[in-house]
């Protein structure tokens, strides 16, 4: 194997692929990148066993063939390169070499045989989505799911496509997320399937605000292919709760605030905000909204904000935390928070998207 290639484009492939790598594997292999030069193009691939990515690039291929190197000293190599194009070779003892005219490295890598296949999917119908739109509902969604292993179904984000909607869930016993969007090329496909937190971050890492990505489902795995990266992810088996059943009817009983100033207000409470007392209370009157925060022993916080709002007089607690997740990520310049009482949830719908959120007790 021989190849010419600019160094940043190196890196970048690298670090595309590397950031699924865990140290702690027992299997030396999976802390290598499978290095293939084909005509015209290098794929870089990495895996964990769970989560597969590749990264094609092109460049100057002057003999194919295929090696594994350990992902960490190839990309701090390249990193520290002292000039813009770097020549990579492999010999048949394994050794690659990584030089210019002035300096050379040379480390051992492993065959190819040795790395783990990622699956095929071949002969499966493909879903076209937008890649803008799905990095929205990822943002809207990914933050709600549970990092309690004991609940691993809730450990990912449930994807459902039916006669052309694509609905992703997310919920961790104490907030549901909701987000629905037609899809811009309507399918006949039906999905049900719980995709792992890891993929959704890799996900998110590498969407784009424009073009598609091609999602292809088999038995116990999904590819999103996002065109020159690929992300193949093994599905977490289960069954995911019913969530339409905790879904309240819409009430008219709305405060409307200004998202960002509800956003900071509550930033600046939980800076007081302990383990043992992590609630934010929410005084809500006519036209009007206090923000407070009282632990013993840190301190006090009290802000007042003008929001729309004509219902009763109500007190509610919220976990901090659960508001600064969605109202950082939303881009409205309002939004209205539906509030029964005190023990009820609160609930923030927006065009195709529902956020439900437990209320907490007041200490």
Same mark, same amino acid.
Not at 97 to 107: H, N, R
Not at 203 to 219: I, P, T, W
Not at 335 to 360: C, F, Q
């Given at each position: 194997?021989?190849?010419?290639?600019?160094?940043?484009?190196?890196?970048?492939?690298?670090?595309?692929?590397?950031? *699924?790598?865990?140290?702690?594997?027992?299997?030396?292999?999976?802390?290598? *990148?499978?290095?293939?030069?084909? %005509? =015209? %193009?290098?794929?870089?691939? /990495?895996?964990?066993?769970?989560?597969?990515?590749?990264?094609? !690039?092109?460049?100057?291929?002057?003999?194919?063939?295929?090696?594994?190197?350990?992902?960490?000293?190839?990309?701090? !190599?390249?990193?520290?390169?002292?000039?813009?194009?770097?020549?990579?070779?492999?010999?048949?003892?394994?050794?690659?070499?990584?030089?210019?005219?002035?300096?050379?490295?040379?480390?051992?890598?492993?065959?190819?045989?040795?790395?783990?296949?990622?699956?095929?999917?071949?002969?499966?119908?493909?879903?076209?989505? @937008?890649? =803008?739109?799905?990095?929205?509902?990822?943002?809207?969604?990914?933050? /709600?799911?549970?990092? @309690?292993?004991?609940?691993?179904?809730?450990?990912?984000?449930?994807?459902?496509?039916?006669?052309?909607?694509?609905?992703?869930?997310? %919920?961790?016993?104490?907030?549901?997320? *909701?987000?629905?969007?037609?899809?811009?090329?309507?399918?006949?496909?039906?999905?049900?399937?719980?995709?792992?937190?890891?993929?959704?971050?890799?996900?998110?890492?590498?969407?784009?605000?424009?073009?598609?990505?091609?999602?292809?489902?088999?038995?116990?795995?999904?590819?999103?292919?996002?065109?020159?990266?690929?992300?193949?992810?093994?599905?977490?088996?289960?069954?995911?709760?019913?969530?339409? $059943?905790?879904?309240?009817? /819409?009430?008219?009983?709305?405060?409307?605030?200004?998202?960002? $100033?509800?956003?900071?207000?509550?930033?600046?409470?939980?800076?007081?905000? %302990? $383990?043992?007392?992590?609630?934010?209370?929410?005084? !809500?009157?006519?036209?009007?909204?206090?923000?407070?925060?009282?632990?013993?022993?840190?301190?006090?916080?009290?802000?007042?904000?003008?929001?729309?709002? $004509?219902?009763?007089?109500?007190?509610?607690?919220?976990?901090?935390?659960?508001?600064?997740?969605?109202?950082?990520?939303?881009?409205?310049?309002?939004?209205?928070?539906?509030?029964?009482?005190?023990?009820?949830?609160?609930?923030?719908?927006?065009?195709?998207?529902?956020?439900?959120?437990?209320?907490?007790?007041?200490?």
């Amino acid at each position: 194997m021989k190849f010419k290639v600019e160094k940043n484009q190196l890196v970048n492939a690298i670090q595309t692929v590397q950031n *699924i790598i865990t140290s702690k594997s027992s299997l030396p292999i999976l802390s290598n *990148i499978l290095i293939e030069a084909q %005509t =015209g %193009t290098l794929k870089l691939t /990495a895996t964990d066993l769970d989560i597969g990515i590749t990264c094609v !690039i092109p460049v100057d291929i002057q003999e194919a063939g295929a090696i594994t190197i350990p992902a960490k000293r190839f990309s701090d !190599i390249v990193k520290e390169f002292p000039v813009e194009v770097v020549n990579v070779t492999s010999k048949k003892n394994n050794q690659v070499t990584i030089e210019s005219d002035l300096c050379q490295f040379k480390i051992m890598g492993l065959v190819k045989e040795e790395f783990p296949k990622l699956p095929e999917f071949k002969d499966k119908k493909a879903i076209k989505i @937008d890649q =803008g739109i799905f990095k929205q509902m990822l943002a809207l969604t990914a933050f /709600a799911v549970s990092l @309690d292993e004991t609940r691993y179904v809730l450990n990912g984000i449930l994807f459902k496509i039916n006669k052309g909607l694509l609905t992703l869930v997310s %919920t961790d016993g104490k907030r549901l997320a *909701i987000a629905e969007r037609k899809l811009a090329v309507e399918s006949d496909v039906e999905i049900s399937m719980i995709v792992p937190l890891k993929t959704i971050q890799e996900l998110n890492r590498n969407l784009k605000e424009g073009g598609e990505l091609s999602l292809v489902v088999s038995s116990n795995q999904a590819l999103f292919d996002l065109g020159n990266i690929g992300v193949v992810s093994r599905l977490i088996e289960g069954e995911f709760p019913d969530y339409r $059943q905790v879904i309240p009817p /819409a009430s008219d009983n709305k405060m409307k605030v200004v998202r960002a $100033q509800l956003l900071l207000a509550v930033k600046r409470a939980a800076l007081l905000a %302990t $383990q043992d007392y992590q609630a934010v209370k929410l005084e !809500i009157f006519k036209n009007k909204l206090v923000i407070s925060k009282s632990t013993p022993d840190v301190g006090e916080f009290h802000e007042e904000l003008t929001v729309e709002y $004509q219902g009763r007089e109500l007190v509610i607690g919220f976990n901090p935390v659960y508001l600064i997740d969605i109202l950082k990520n939303l881009n409205e310049e309002t939004v209205s928070l539906e509030l029964i009482d005190s023990e009820k949830p609160g609930v923030i719908r927006i065009n195709g998207y529902v956020y439900i959120v437990l209320p907490m007790r007041l200490n």
